[in-house]
């Protein structure tokens, strides 16, 4: 008899402790549903961009973070202070050219880098992001393959920037 009341107490316990886990699930997953601003329908492969991080990487509005392929820019690294020389340059263009506005994506090879940010080419308007970077001097060529469709593009686009010493070529740097 003693064993049936101690039964029917730990199957009780366990439904209860179910429930309470249950009940907690759901009210976790709706106050985040309430919390989450609806993100915008827009045709497969265009985002809006709420936030650039840097001149090669920038934040679309599914909070997705989203890394050039191709191209490298100055750094800019809050954590020391340092910026490295037309860093910022570099990224006041990429706000200039993509911040609140509807890009398209298109991928190559690889989804993601290291760091689980996309790794794409951007176009806003028709233009191709990447390249601009790279052409007037905002980034220079940075390849890894296997992405590397557009690499012999990036290629003549710094030729002609170094030649012509537009943005970072024709700064000199301290």
């Not at 976790?28 to 809006?48: D, I, M, S």
């Not at 750094?75 to 509807?102: Q, W």
């Not at 993601?112 to 992001?129: E, P, Q, W």
């Amino acid at each position: 008899m003693e064993i049936m009341k101690l039964r029917k107490k730990s199957i009780f316990t366990l439904l209860l402790t179910l429930l309470i886990v249950g009940i907690n699930l759901l009210w976790t997953g709706w106050k985040e549903k309430e919390n989450t601003p609806p993100v915008k329908e827009l045709p497969e492969g265009q985002y809006k961009v709420t936030r650039v991080i840097d001149g090669d990487t920038i934040v679309l509005e599914t909070g997705e973070k989203v890394r050039y392929i191709g191209i490298n820019s100055p750094e800019m690294n809050s954590k020391n202070r340092t910026t490295k020389c037309f860093a910022e340059k570099s990224l006041d263009k990429n706000k200039e050219l993509v911040e609140g506005k509807i890009v398209k994506l298109e991928k190559d090879i690889s989804e993601t880098d290291k760091y689980d940010r996309l790794l794409r080419y951007v176009f806003v308007d028709g233009m191709f992001v990447n390249e601009y970077l790279v052409r007037e001097g905002y980034a220079k060529v940075s390849t890894f393959p296997p992405d590397v469709a557009y690499q012999e593009t990036f290629l003549q686009a710094e030729r002609i920037s170094r030649e012509e010493k537009r943005g970072l070529w024709g700064k000199v740097c301290p």
